[in-house]
């Protein structure tokens, strides 16, 4: 095999030429129906989703009301991804994404690796989606009078897991009553499921109805799709007006005091969490053979979807901590709780019914977004010829559009909703990054053909090292202690839920005994609560996990197993030092490099599990691209 066949690219005008041929080729051509309102109401389809209705209250009870600025930090590196969708939209105006432009920039062999990874951002990200939606509907159900039995509502994943970490709290003493409501319903769903042999039948059958729905109205049609998007846009934005509307009148300035209660780590560590609540915006990318004028809409759809959202997401987390403390907002649905808290019942209905409208219409752009990325690949012959089937009455992909079905709702009756979530993080960000490092390949070639849209040039020379400067000054003064524990790899002493759940029956007892023995007038026979209560006092949780009578693995991460977890940063900070290299030979243009840095950041902050699911992910797809793809390739073939 030729090895620099590997990185064979397409020109711009050789893409454009073959949209022009499709329909002599036997592939009709896709519906023109999207104006620039359109996208940008796509765009907030996409967005505002699992985000406002989920992951926010986390992120606030880390951060407190200065989780504002986590927000405002996502939509600035998010911009700065969005331009460099833009220019490459603008420049390549076809149904391809990010896999398109990286065939562009870098050759085949990349733009397979974005093309699979993109699986990971459309298909993973509905899954999350699906299985979120299943829990707000089965909540509305609930409240309505009408229970669904536990094992029909929730994956196999989460009520096998639930049902050993909630046996083990039992052991340690915590009664059935006093464990957390998640953990609660996973031993009930795990218990009381129906069993072959002793397989438990436990699948999330709301999760696969609501993808059998969606799949089927993508199926039919854009201009269906389009008119479905913009209703449920315009149900949720004014729910949303109407909480911040109602909401303003119980905020107290007090609950606003600390406004940074955790310093700048526990505004950061709701990265992951926020930066779900953005991905979307670039789905509208994947519409651009049905836009109207796609150089001149696409990149103003993405803008005003992000900049009305940010809007949205900074006005909701100030009235969700100025109604209630920061502390109390660690649920799955803080719009409703907050309202619940202070006895607005019918507000909590509302919010209910909207968010089951926001995720259908996430599901609905998500959904779109999968096909037409494996219609351009099978255009380019890197999947078969059947998946670039355009359907002749309704103009959609429809082969593609069918198999995206199957490949969400399968693993949505089964898989895990962090795992996922993480998985779909993951796969947007590399995509981000890729598409950001295009735009800096190319931004000195003069033979590419050019948008009508360009990003505003900034010489990153001298400003790209200074920022570098300025970012180690506050990590050696400010955050002096933690930047020192992450270099000379300090151990780290585990929470109190991972001890007790990784203590076998006995070893459970011997530390509640020696708890006891040195707190006699203790009267709680929950381990789990009593090791909390000590952690209140970072000093004194300390000395007490290190004389407990168990092995030092048990109470403290460290070496190789805390180090492994670092690696990702690690990977950054050198990354760093050769983009500031690259963009002092390059004179690189310093909204996409930063665009790139702030992705890499974001990635960094994911676990190294996600990072190696990841790779194994990549490892399958690229066994696919050397059986088929690449031998099938019409580069190859020409």
């Given at each position: ?20 041929k499709?329909?002599a080729d036997?592939h009709?051509a ?20 699992a985000g406002i209705f989920?992951?926010i ?5 880390d ?22 969708y ?8 076809v149904?391809?994404?990010a896999?398109?432009y ?11 690796i ?41 994956d ?8 050993k970490d909630?046996?083990a709290?039992?052991?340690g003493?915590?009664?059935f ?14 218990t ?7 397989f ?5 059958l ?11 109205l ?14 449920m ?9 109407l ?13 606003w ?7 700048v ?5 709701g ?8 991905i979307?915006?670039d789905?509208?990318s994947t519409?651009a053979?049905?836009?109207k ?6 990149p103003?759809?993405?803008?005003w979807?992000?900049?009305i959202?940010?809007?949205?997401y ?5 009235v969700?901590?100025g109604?209630?403390?920061y ?12 309202f619940?808290?202070l006895?607005?019942?019918w ?13 259908a219409?996430?599901l ?7 096909p ?13 010829k059947r998946?670039?089937?355009v ?5 959609t992909?429809s082969y593609?559009?069918i198999?995206t079905?199957?490949?969400v709702a ?13 998985l779909?993080?993951?796969g ?11 735009v800096?390949v ?5 033979d ?15 400003v790209f ?13 400010v955050?002096k202690?933690a930047t020192?524990?992450f ?12 001890i007790?759940?990784?203590l ?19 009267e709680?026979?929950d ?16 000395q007490?996990?290190?004389s ?25 900070l ?5 983009f500031?290299?690259?963009s002092?030979k ?16 974001m990635?960094?902050?994911?676990s190294?599990?996600?990072?190696i699911y990841?790779?194994?992910w990549l490892?399958?797809g ?8 690449h031998k ?7």
């Amino acid at each position: 095999m030729n090895f620099s066949n590997l990185f064979r690219k397409k020109t711009v005008q050789d893409i454009l030429n073959q949209v022009a041929k499709n329909e002599a080729d036997g592939h009709q051509a896709l519906g023109k129906h999207l104006t620039a309102r359109d996208l940008t109401a796509f765009g907030i389809a996409a967005i505002i989703g699992a985000g406002i209705f989920s992951t926010i209250g986390k992120a606030s009870a880390d951060g407190g009301p200065a989780v504002i600025f986590l927000f405002i930090f996502t939509a600035i590196a998010c911009s700065f991804a969005a331009f460099a969708y833009a220019e490459f939209a603008s420049m390549v105006p076809v149904s391809g994404s990010a896999y398109t432009y990286s065939y562009v920039a870098f050759g085949e062999i990349i733009a397979w690796i974005i093309g699979w990874a993109l699986i990971m951002e459309y298909a993973i990200g509905n899954i999350t989606v699906a299985i979120s939606w299943s829990d707000y509907f089965t909540g509305l159900l609930e409240s309505g009078g009408i229970h669904l039995p536990q094992w029909v509502q929730m994956d196999y994943l989460t009520a096998s897991n639930g049902f050993k970490d909630a046996t083990a709290l039992m052991q340690g003493g915590k009664s059935f009553e006093n464990l957390s409501e998640g953990l609660q319903a996973a031993y009930t769903a795990w218990t009381t499921a129906p069993t072959i042999g002793s397989f438990h039948l436990v699948a999330d059958l709301p999760a696969l109805l609501i993808i059998i729905v969606i799949t089927y109205l993508v199926y039919r049609g854009m201009k269906e799709s389009r008119n479905a998007s913009n209703l449920m846009v315009v149900v949720k934005l004014c729910i949303i007006l109407l909480v911040i509307a109602v909401g303003i009148f119980y905020v107290d300035t007090a609950n606003w005091h600390p406004f940074a209660p955790n310093g700048v780590s526990g505004i950061l560590k709701g990265v992951s969490a926020v930066f779900f609540a953005y991905i979307g915006f670039d789905a509208i990318s994947t519409t651009a053979e049905e836009c109207k004028d796609p150089q001149r809409d696409l990149p103003k759809g993405m803008m005003w979807a992000i900049i009305i959202c940010t809007i949205l997401y900074v006005v909701i987390a100030l009235v969700l901590t100025g109604m209630v403390n920061y502390a109390d907002l660690n649920v799955g649905d803080p719009l409703a709780f907050v309202f619940d808290k202070l006895n607005l019942k019918w507000m909590s209905g509302i919010i209910a019914v909207s968010a089951v409208v926001a995720m259908a219409s996430v599901l609905l752009v998500f959904q779109m977004g999968q096909p037409r990325i494996w219609m351009s690949m099978s255009r380019d012959g890197l999947l078969p010829k059947r998946f670039s089937k355009v359907h002749p009455k309704y103009h959609t992909p429809s082969y593609a559009t069918i198999v995206t079905g199957f490949v969400v709702a399968i693993p949505a009756l089964f898989l895990n909703l962090t795992m996922v979530t993480d998985l779909c993080s993951i796969g947007t960000l590399f995509a981000f990054v890729l598409v950001c490092a295009g735009v800096l390949v190319l931004q000195n070639k003069k033979d590419i053909p050019r948008g009508k849209f360009k990003t505003p040039y900034i010489n990153s020379k001298f400003v790209f090292p200074l920022l570098m400067l300025v970012g180690a000054f506050i990590a050696f003064t400010v955050n002096k202690q933690a930047t020192m524990d992450f270099l000379t790899n300090e151990k780290q002493v585990n929470a109190p839920a991972d001890i007790v759940t990784s203590l076998d029956k006995e070893q459970a007892k011997q530390v509640y005994a020696y708890l006891v023995a040195q707190n006699p007038t203790t009267e709680t026979t929950d381990l789990e609560a009593l090791l909390s209560s000590l952690n209140e006092n970072e000093t004194t949780y300390k000395q007490v996990v290190d004389s407990l009578p168990i092995d030092q693995s048990l109470k403290y991460e460290s070496g190789f197993s805390l180090f492994k977890h670092k690696i990702p940063m690690w990977i950054f900070l050198l990354s760093l030092v050769g983009f500031a290299i690259w963009s002092w030979k390059q004179n690189l243009s310093l909204i996409p490099l930063l665009g790139l840095v702030c992705c890499l950041y974001m990635m960094a902050e994911l676990s190294i599990w996600n990072w190696i699911y990841f790779t194994g992910w990549l490892l399958v797809g690229l066994t696919i691209y050397f059986g088929f793809s690449h031998k099938n390739s019409k580069l190859n073939k020409a």
